[in-house]
């Protein structure tokens, strides 16, 4: 089973392995603020009347029955930008727990559901990443460490 967490070196690498999946690319550049990253979320996941919470996010997230794919890559890059300029370090924290606890959720999901989802996080690497994911407790593994 693959990890809920990774953190890649390149898009080469990540395309490696998730070619055919809907990869949802979310820019730190254009995400510096809980609202920008709120903004990019929505567009890409297509999300029907988001209400911009942390709790309109874990219910979408939980939901994504409007996407047809099955195994959804949230990939971020530059994640030193990533929600940077938010005077409150605690909602970076607070968006990367919500964001790891959906997708361990989803692997819980009864197998009968026809609208049964996957959904793995792909971070960019960066110390500030690599430093948060170790904060908040959330496990995650190299690409390059798949087998």
């Known amino acids: 089973m693959t990890p809920n967490v990774l953190v890649s070196q390149s898009e080469k690498e990540l395309e490696a392995w998730f070619a055919n999946d809907f990869i949802a690319h979310i820019d730190g550049k254009k995400a510096t ?77 009864e197998d009968e559901l026809d609208d049964k989802k996957e959904i793995i996080l792909v971070f960019e690497d960066s110390d500030r990443i690599r430093k948060l994911l170790e904060h908040e407790g959330i496990d995650y593994l190299e690409i390059s460490k798949l087998k």
């Open 33 to 109: 603020t809980l609202r920008q990253f709120y903004e990019e979320i929505a567009d890409l996941l297509e999300i029907p009347d988001f209400g911009f919470s942390l709790d309109d996010l874990n219910d979408s997230l939980n939901d994504l029955r409007w996407l047809e794919d099955e195994r959804i890559i949230l990939y971020f890059t530059n994640t030193a930008d990533l929600i940077s300029k938010e005077r409150d370090p605690a909602k970076l924290r607070n968006v990367l727990s919500i964001l790891e606890a959906t997708a361990e959720d989803w692997k819980w999901t």
